[in-house]
Nanobody, 124 residues
Framework: VQLQASGGGLVQARGSLRLSCATS????????MAWFRQAPGKEREFVAA????????NYADSVKGRFTISRDNAKSTVYLQMNSLEPEDTAVYYC??????????????????WGRGTLVTVSS
């Protein structure tokens, strides 16, 4: 499966952005989907994951209550709505797919496919 993330950009603190991840090459609903991010000089970290049906989600504590992950399997797209953005959210955001699996898995090693990433910059 191929993943293409988009929607990144420059936003002021307390602003919002919505990222999209379009999947192709396989049936979208087979995959647990997630977003990770990597800030400058830091390791890549888990942000959010969503089950294959879209019913269940999992979030990192740092984004809980501000970010919402969702998916539209008919459109083969996963979204990350980011509200109340902070400068600490500045990072390259990657979408990832896990063949089957579980939205409870937060380690990179659990995910089989990765997109190229989209840069989000939050100015103070």
């Amino acid at each position: 499966v191929q993943l293409q993330a988009s929607g990144g950009g420059l936003v002021q603190a307390r602003g919002s952005l919505r990222l999209s991840c379009a999947t192709s090459g396989s049936t979208n609903s087979w995959y647990t989907m997630a977003w990770f991010r990597q800030a400058p000089g830091k390791e890549r970290e888990f942000v959010a994951a969503i089950s294959r049906s879209g019913v269940s989600t999992n979030y990192a504590d740092s984004v809980k209550g501000r970010f919402t992950i969702s998916r539209d399997n008919a459109k083969s797209t996963v979204y990350l709505q980011m509200n109340s953005l902070e400068p600490e959210d500045t990072a390259v955001y990657y979408c990832a797919a896990q063949n089957g699996g579980s939205h409870y898995y937060t380690g990179e090693e659990s995910y089989d496919f990765w997109g190229r990433g989209t840069l989000v910059t939050v100015s103070s």
